[in-house]
């Protein structure tokens, strides 16, 4: 089957669409994931900041992440309902991408409040603490199934996506 012009640029864009997000998901991951063995390494060798926030931190870091994984989820979810009326595709998928993007950095900041607190503190349970939120961002990674799911697309939309993702 010979596919039109239209056709192409609509697979060329879905697929750079997939593409970017997973693209920028992994570079988020990987500066956490970067920051996390700098800190370590830095806490074993220069010792902690300041030892004497360590009371603070464990109050102030764990509600701080918390206080912001649930900001990224509704956050998220705020701008997944405004697509969710949208008439075209692409606009559902602008809203996706700004939800997703969105989630990711707020996810990202939630895991950077716990490697501050073991930079400050020193102590090796923000960074079980850290690891916790890596994989609560890990469980958020964006993709086709997820697109079609959270943005609640009708079978015309999904068969769009699938025959032109690939």
Known sequence: MVKTPHQE???????TFFRQLTNMYFMLFAGIFLFMVTAIIV????????????????????????????????LAADRF?????????????DAYRSGVVLQMIVLDGAAFVMLLAYVFSGVFLFIYLCMAVMTVFLL???????FMKEMNLNEMERKVVRDHSY
């Open 9 to 15: 640029a609509a697979r060329k864009e879905i697929k």
């Open 43 to 74: 806490v074993y060798f220069q010792k902690a900041l300041r030892p004497d926030y360590t009371t603070f931190l464990y109050f102030g870091a764990p509600v701080s992440s918390m206080a912001l994984m649930l900001m990224a989820r509704k």
């Open 81 to 93: 309902k405004t697509g969710f009326d949208q008439p075209k595709l692409y606009q559902k998928m």
């Open 140 to 146: 958020s990674k964006p993709g086709m199934e997820k």
